[in-house]
């Protein structure tokens, strides 16, 4: 079967390999492939910069964010041949630690979890891959390659899921605003996903042109382009951080409503430092009974979320998030990055 590899730690080693089919050993669910979603992780591991092979291998088969079809599932799995499933990224540390025991892996406290395509454990992209029933997720075959969305979604899913939980801190809490900053795949699916919460959603982005003015107007949120100036007096209940731009995360530090959240679910590379007037931050935290928190991949129950919020959003609206389809023999083409890109996948057909 054709599988895009690459050699963790060494640039531009990407290429499409013949391999042999998926082991037995990596779960019962054999999987037809459908399509691939490409992110910034997946440029980050073919430009060198991470991942990691399974223990013994040079090679790691790329992507994490997966869509394929059921081609055999055993008896009593809860799956069956024609399914339309999506892999759970991330598997508990051999420990396991506290979180990982308790099923949520996205909380593991020693590092030593396995991530599919990333972290010692090969990925989805391939003809065929093979999962263990207690970490595929069904997904409602009315979204079709929509599907492929559902990874990205687990990760907005967990935002939601924490912020309404440190929320519930007060029995008062109604929150009415949020504000996203950054529009991509990320940002859009929070913006989605709070107007699924009947919240009045306004998103934050530095492009005044190419679709996503137009998509956040479609999803019935305020699109914002001219920077901090333009939501000047908007003081929002949540804010949900998916740029990881320093600049924009020292601007929107200390900006929410009282007992306001924000979230931060963009990553950012150290080395850039500010003047930041921490003693006027704290302050406003402490007065006001902000929240900071980060929030980094998702466990079960949040694709679970996922694959929910999708099914009851606007089918257009998500296809439109997809803006690039790459046929599996133009692999490579879907790593490059051009503007107006959103969310790019790969079509694996037989
Ligand atoms: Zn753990």
Not at 38 to 61: K, N
Not at 125 to 141: C, S, T, Y
Not at 159 to 178: F, K, L, N, Y
Not at 198 to 210: M, T
Request: glycine share 12%.
């Amino acid at each position: 079967m054709r599988a895009i590899t690459v050699t963790p730690g060494v640039a531009n080693s990407a290429q499409l390999d013949d391999m042999p089919p998926p082991p037995a050993s990596d779960g019962a669910i054999l999987v037809r492939t459908l399509a691939l979603g490409v992110c910034g992780t997946d440029r980050e591991i073919v430009a060198g910069e991470y991942g990691t092979s399974p223990p013994g291998q040079d090679r790691l088969v790329l992507g994490h964010e997966s869509l394929g079809r059921v081609v055999e599932a055993p008896g009593g799995s809860g799956f069956a041949a024609g399914d339309f499933v999506a892999g759970v990224v991330r598997r508990p540390d051999p420990v396991p630690c506290p979180a990982c025991a308790a099923g949520e892996w996205d909380m593991c406290r020693n590092g030593r979890y396995v991530e599919r395509g990333i972290k010692e454990r090969h990925g989805f992209g391939a003809d065929m891959f093979r999962i263990e029933p207690e970490f595929a997720i069904k997904v409602d075959p009315a979204l079709g390659i929509l599907g492929v969305l559902v990874e990205p979604t687990s990760i907005v899913a967990k935002a939601w899921d924490h912020t309404e939980r440190i929320g519930a801190r007060s029995r008062a809490w109604q929150p009415r605003t949020v504000l996203v900053t950054g529009a991509g795949p990320i940002g859009l699916l929070a913006a989605l996903m709070g107007l699924q919460r009947g919240l009045d959603v306004h998103v934050l982005d530095h492009n005044a042109k190419g679709p996503k003015p137009a998509l956040v107007r479609e999803l019935g949120a305020t699109y914002h382009a001219n920077g901090m100036a333009d939501i000047e007096g908007l003081e929002p209940d949540i804010l949900i951080e998916c740029t990881g731009a320093p600049a924009v995360i020292r601007d929107v530090l200390g900006r929410t409503a009282p007992d306001g959240i924000v979230c931060l679910a963009g990553v950012t590379a150290p080395g850039h430092a500010f003047e930041f007037d921490i003693g006027r931050y704290n302050r406003t935290m402490v007065l006001n009974n902000e929240t900071v928190f980060g929030t980094v991949n998702a466990n079960h129950r949040h694709y679970e979320m996922a694959a929910d919020a999708l099914a009851r959003a606007d089918r257009g609206w998500l296809e439109r998030l997809i803006t690039r389809r790459v046929q599996i023999e133009r692999w490579a083409e879907a790593l490059e990055h051009r503007s107006d890109d959103i969310k790019v996948i790969i079509e694996f057909t037989a």
